[in-house]
């Protein structure tokens, strides 16, 4: 099983790579970019292993997981870049989603 991370501890980990740069990070219309690429590759992915969309025998093969890693180390880099804490993101986006939706779908009943 692979190591647990806090959020903290990837935005502490993403912040000393980048750190070792002269460069530093992007500026965030590029890394809205980078997002967007790395949203279509995703979706690339998803395509040839959901949809009717099969690989090229000369495609590389990659998995969701390494596609959903890039998805996230560039948000990271950008709540980094922006001083976003991203516990504090998702408690807000959390909260806001638990009251709006609350009643949206069909709930499961509970199993005795």
């Known amino acids: 099983m692979a190591e647990q991370h806090t959020a ?5 980990r993403v912040h000393a790579f980048i750190s070792q740069f ?4 992007f500026s965030p219309l590029a890394m809205m970019a980078r997002l967007t690429e790395e949203m279509g590759e995703l979706a690339r992915e998803m395509n040839h292993y959901y949809g009717e969309k099969p690989k090229k025998s000369s ?3 990659k ?3 390494e596609e959903l ?6 948000i990271i880099t950008m709540a980094n870049s922006l ?3 991203l516990n504090e993101a998702f408690d807000i986006s959390i909260s ?5 939706d609350q009643n949206r779908w069909t709930k499961k009943e509970n199993e005795s």
């Open 63 to 65: 998995k969701l997981e």
């Open 8 to 12: 903290e501890d990837m935005q502490k």
């Open 69 to 74: 890693g890039d998805l996230l180390f560039v």
């Open 22 to 25: 002269e460069e530093g990070y």
């Open 59 to 61: 495609e590389e093969d």
């Open 96 to 100: 806001k989603i638990e009251k709006r």
């Open 83 to 85: 001083d976003i804490d």
